[in-house]
């Protein structure tokens, strides 16, 4: 997993990349003088790709050029979203051999299944809302609630 500092520089060379290309791209050939009428060339032949000719064996381009977004977005591997989902399956294991002991009632063990069935909700809502990813500040939060869930197993046991 990358660290935010990692990230942000990984992220900043991509930027920085991309606007240097955009950049070089938007100069074009420095042998084209801008200040010229764009419909005629500088031998006085008239420029056929303007008037919407099909004829593309005439251009006289010497590559093409690529243009390169300057954001893309970043896919980020669902690991929050897997550590929760993993923490809550553990919950889970530990609730049902704590019923299956008689150390839960069942008012308990269905209100503990409520908990966890609502974290659980809740974690594939904001995935689903963020392309698979949790935002730190809400990963924050749902951690804050998997272990309240823990501690609440642990006491009702």
Do not use: C
């Amino acid at each position: 997993m990358f660290s935010f500092a990692k990230t942000a520089t990984m992220s900043a060379l991509f930027i920085s990349a991309s606007i240097g290309v955009a950049f070089a791209g938007s100069h074009g050939d420095p042998s084209h003088d801008h200040g010229h009428d764009f419909d005629r060339h500088s031998d006085g032949r008239q420029d056929r790709s303007l008037l919407g000719d099909d004829d593309i064996t005439t251009d006289d381009s010497a590559t093409p050029t690529f243009v390169v977004p300057a954001y893309t977005v970043g896919y980020v591997s669902g690991s929050r979203l897997n550590t929760i989902l993993s923490e809550l399956r553990a919950d889970n294991q530990s609730m049902n051999a704590d019923r299956a002991r008689g150390l839960l009632t069942r008012a308990e063990y269905q209100r503990l299944k409520a908990d966890d069935t609502w974290i659980r909700h809740e974690a594939m809502a904001v995935a689903d809302r963020n392309n698979g990813a949790i935002p730190a500040a809400r990963y924050a939060v749902l951690q804050n609630q998997a272990q309240q869930l823990q501690a609440n197993i642990r006491r009702m046991a």
